[in-house]
């Protein structure tokens, strides 16, 4: 079974600093990558997804990920947070109908 | 608007007492999934289905059961026999249960909080 790893639980950092959650899967076959961000008190939401091509992937405000296969990771990025930046963020691997979540990175920008 | 609905947003159930959440889209999705999600295990899959009259275990089926009657709606009851039920659980469609060769994106549901007193 897919296994997928956020390294951090807890991510605290000011306004304009820059940011970068890891994830790492288990599974070296074919997967897709996803990042979903829960807002406080809002659904589950796409951030990004990788499924082929260019592993450098550009999602919805100002985050994006890398894929490095031979990582087996797929990194979120964002140069500069805001403080809406503050959620809840998962990775998850798709590995054929299913799809894995890691535990989750809270993350708190300070004003 | 479409989207999915899951109501109702809170619910407290008695140990012993079997409890039916409810899940609808309007997207015109195949495929649904529910899941559970737990403080610091993220989201962990409980039964999924690929069409209507179908459904298949996800990873913790032990103490759950769903029927897919209408392609809208995948109601999930939490039984008695589920030893801790008291959870967010979250619903969630997509296009179709397709291999890896597709592009297939999950939307959620809002939620329901689930307390067991």
């Known amino acids: 079974a897919q296994s997928v790893s956020q390294h951090n639980h807890h991510v605290i950092l000011s306004e304009a600093a820059s940011l970068e959650l890891g994830c790492n899967y288990s599974y070296g076959g074919t997967v897709n990558l996803f990042w979903y961000v829960q807002y406080p008190g809002q659904h589950l939401q796409l951030l990004l997804k990788?499924?082929?091509?260019?592993?450098l992937v550009k999602g919805i405000k100002g985050f994006e990920a890398e894929f490095i296969k031979s990582k087996f990771s797929f990194n979120l990025r964002k140069p500069s947070v805001q403080w809406s930046d503050t959620a809840e963020y998962f990775c998850?691997?798709?590995?054929?109908?299913?799809?894995?979540f890691g535990a989750g990175t809270t993350v708190t920008v300070r004003a | 608007d479409g989207g999915i609905t899951q109501s109702p947003k809170y619910l407290f159930r008695k140990e012993g007492q079997n409890v039916t959440l409810s899940c609808e889209q309007n997207l015109n999705h195949d495929a649904m999934y529910w899941y559970r999600q737990d403080p610091g295990q993220g989201l962990r899959l409980i039964y999924y289905?690929?069409?209507?009259?179908?459904?298949q275990k996800g990873d913790i089926a032990e103490g759950y059961s769903v029927s897919r009657e209408k392609k809208e709606s995948f109601p999930l009851t939490v039984t008695s026999a589920q030893k801790n039920p008291t959870a967010f659980y979250l619903c969630a469609s997509s296009i179709g249960l397709l291999g890896p060769e597709r592009a297939d994106t999950q939307y959620f549901g809002p939620g329901t909080r689930l307390t067991v007193l």
């Open positions: 990788y499924f082929s091509g260019d592993p």
């Open positions: 289905s690929q069409i209507v009259n179908d459904f």
């Open positions: 998850a691997v798709k590995e054929n109908y299913k799809l894995s």
